[in-house]
C-alpha cells in the first residue's frame, strides 16, 4: 500500500498527520552485520596464509597438478565413479519398484538389500570383495544342488571391476530410496487421472509418473553422485589406485611435497564436484522448465 492511499484511507480524527507521512524504517539486524564481518575476517585472514605462508609451495603444486601419475589417477576414479552412478541409478530404480511391488517376496527381499548395503560400511563390503577369491574361488550359476556353469572369480573379476562393484553395491541401496522417495511425491491424483484416461500402465510411468518424480530426485541423487565421487578414495585400501591413491603413493615417495599433492588433489576433486554442480543446474532447469508457467 502506498503512502497516498494510506493517507487517503486513514481519515480518522485521532491519527496524527506526521505518522501517516512517516517512511517506513527497514528492521535492522545488527547481529548480521556482526556475523559478516566476522566471516569476511575469517575468509580475508585464510585467504592471507595462501599466498604468505611457502608450506603451501604453489611451485610445486603446478609441478605436480597434470603430471602423468595424477591424471591416470583421475581417469580411474572418473572411470570408477561414472559406471557406478549408472549402474547403481538404473539398478536403484528397478529396486525401488520392487520396494514398492505388492509381491511380498519382491518388496521384502529389495527392503533387505536396503538394510544391508545402507548398514555396512563401504569400506568392509570393499575388502569382503576383495577376498572374494578366499571365500568363493568359483561362482555357480545354474540348478541349486545341479548342474551350473562354474566361473573363477579371481580371474574374471580384475581390480576396477572388484571396485565398480563394491561402490555400486551401496550405492544402489541409497539411490533406491532416493528413486522412492521422489515416486512416493508425485500426487496421486496423476495416477488416477492418467488411468481414467486409458493410459497403459508402462506409458503412465514413464510419461507421467517418471518425469515428476525426476524433479525430486535429480538433487538429491546427484548429492549421491557427488558423494560417490569422495567414497571413491576408499579403493586405494583395495589396491586400486585412484587420485587419493596415487597421491598417497607419491608422498610416500616424495614427502616433501605431501601438501602440495593433497592440494593438487583437493583442487581435482573441487573440480569435479563443479562440473557435477553445473550438470546439475541444467538438468534441474530442463525438468522444471513447464513448472514455472504452471505457477
Request: net charge positive; hydrophobic share 55%.
Amino acid at each position: 500500500m502506498t503512502t497516498a492511499s494510506l493517507r487517503s484511507r486513514l481519515t480518522a480524527p485521532d491519527i496524527p498527520a506526521a505518522a501517516v507521512t512517516r517512511r517506513v524504517q527497514p528492521l535492522r539486524r545488527p547481529w548480521q552485520w556482526m556475523a559478516t564481518a566476522v566471516v569476511l575476517l575469517l575468509a580475508l585472514n585464510f585467504a592471507q596464509t595462501l599466498f604468505t605462508n611457502p608450506a603451501w609451495e604453489w611451485n610445486r603444486v603446478g609441478h605436480w597438478f597434470l603430471s602423468p601419475a595424477i591424471l591416470r589417477g583421475l581417469t580411474l576414479t572418473i572411470e570408477a565413479t561414472a559406471i557406478s552412478a549408472v549402474v547403481s541409478f538404473v539398478a536403484g530404480v528397478l529396486v525401488a519398484l520392487a520396494r514398492q511391488s505388492r509381491n511380498r517376496v519382491l518388496s521384502g527381499a529389495a527392503w533387505l538389500y536396503i538394510w544391508v548395503f545402507r548398514s555396512v560400511p563401504l569400506l568392509l563390503v570393499l575388502v569382503f570383495l576383495y577376498n572374494l577369491g578366499n571365500l568363493y574361488p568359483k561362482i555357480g550359476i545354474g540348478i541349486p544342488f545341479g548342474p551350473q556353469l562354474q566361473v573363477p572369480t579371481v580371474s574374471v573379476l580384475g581390480d576396477l571391476a572388484l571396485g565398480v562393484i563394491g561402490l555400486s553395491l551401496s550405492e544402489i541401496a541409497y539411490a533406491a530410496e532416493v528413486v522412492r522417495s521422489g515416486l512416493l511425491a508425485v500426487d496421486p491424483g496423476q495416477h488416477e487421472a492418467a488411468k481414467a484416461l486409458g493410459i497403459p500402465r508402462y506409458r503412465r510411468f514413464t510419461r507421467v509418473v517418471l518425469p515428476q518424480a525426476l524433479r525430486s530426485i535429480v538433487p538429491a541423487y546427484v548429492n549421491q553422485i557427488v558423494g560417490l565421487i569422495k567414497s571413491s578414495s576408499l579403493l586405494f585400501y583395495v589396491s586400486l589406485l585412484d587420485l587419493f591413491g596415487v597421491v598417497q603413493n607419491l608422498g610416500s615417495t616424495y614427502p616433501s611435497d605431501i601438501i602440495p599433492l593433497l592440494v593438487v588433489a583437493s583442487v581435482w576433486y573441487l573440480i569435479l564436484t563443479g562440473f557435477i554442480g553445473i550438470v546439475q543446474h541444467f538438468v534441474e532447469r530442463f525438468y522444471n522448465r513447464g513448472l514455472a508457467g504452471a505457477r
